[in-house]
């Protein structure tokens, strides 16, 4: 069965630099979650869309936006690039409509490393 | 706001054993619980949520509402059961919503 795609798989970045992740969802999900999980932490909630909406936000800097397109994939913009971006940074999806509704399967992550 | 806790960073049991992961969580409402594992160098997999009262490779975990818990069990560890396990909250009763992870537990049996 298809999973969650998420690329880049890994990504190094300088300071200040912008990068943009990519997540496809499993098809027919129509929720999509973002997860940003730092060296040695638990992951944390970002934001998430639903039917292309924003449906929710938690700690995201202002730094970076994010948006789900009509085709239900979804890209997270991150600028002006710190140290601390450096994460994993996970994609999830869910769909409300199947009978094991709201399951969220994740992707393998993009590692991101700011030099 | 909502919170979980897992105690045990590192957990080592021998094959065999009964195993344990611990977790707690805070939250007003009424919340639904998950378990995920991850596997060496694989993504985060859905194991157990509360609401399922599912068995998954012989691991159960029961919501204590009381006692506010919602400890992984299993009778007889087995070495393809080191992982890091991962206990998470969505809040609102929903299993649509956000989900809080606690800090992990390593699980490593051996042999």
């Known amino acids: 069965a298809a999973g969650v795609i998420q690329s880049p798989r890994h990504l190094i970045k300088e300071k200040r630099e912008t990068a943009t992740l990519k997540c496809y969802p499993i098809?027919?999900?129509?929720?999509v979650y973002w997860y940003q999980q730092g060296p040695g932490q638990d992951p944390q909630f970002l934001i998430s869309?639903?039917?292309?909406?924003?449906?929710d936000k938690g700690s995201i800097p202002d730094r970076f936006s994010a948006q789900q397109f009509s085709d239900y994939h979804s890209e997270l913009n991150m600028s002006s690039l710190e140290l601390g971006d450096s994460a994993l940074y996970f994609c999830?999806?869910?769909?409300?409509?199947?009978?094991?509704?709201?399951?969220?399967?994740f992707g393998p992550g993009t590692r991101l490393l700011v030099l | 706001a909502q919170r979980v806790t897992q105690p045990e960073k590192l957990l080592s049991v021998f094959k065999g054993a009964p195993v344990e992961l611990k977790c707690n969580y805070s939250?007003?409402?009424?919340?639904?619980l998950f378990w995920y594992v991850q596997y060496s160098r694989q993504r985060l997999q859905l194991l157990l949520r509360?609401?399922s009262r599912e068995s998954i490779k012989g691991f159960t975990a029961d919501l204590n509402k009381g006692e506010t818990s919602f400890h992984l069990k299993k009778p007889f560890a087995q070495e393809e059961d080191s992982a890091m396990y991962y206990c998470?909250?969505?809040?609102?009763?929903?299993?649509?919503?956000?989900?809080?992870f606690g800090q992990g537990t390593i699980l490593t049996v051996h042999p």
């Open positions: 509360h609401i």
């Open positions: 998470a909250l969505s809040a609102g009763g929903t299993s649509y919503g956000k989900l809080t």
């Open positions: 098809p027919r999900h129509d929720t």
């Open positions: 999830a999806s869910s769909s409300t409509s199947t009978s094991g509704g709201g399951t969220q399967y």
């Open positions: 869309f639903y039917e292309k909406m924003q449906s």
């Open positions: 939250y007003s409402g009424s919340p639904e």
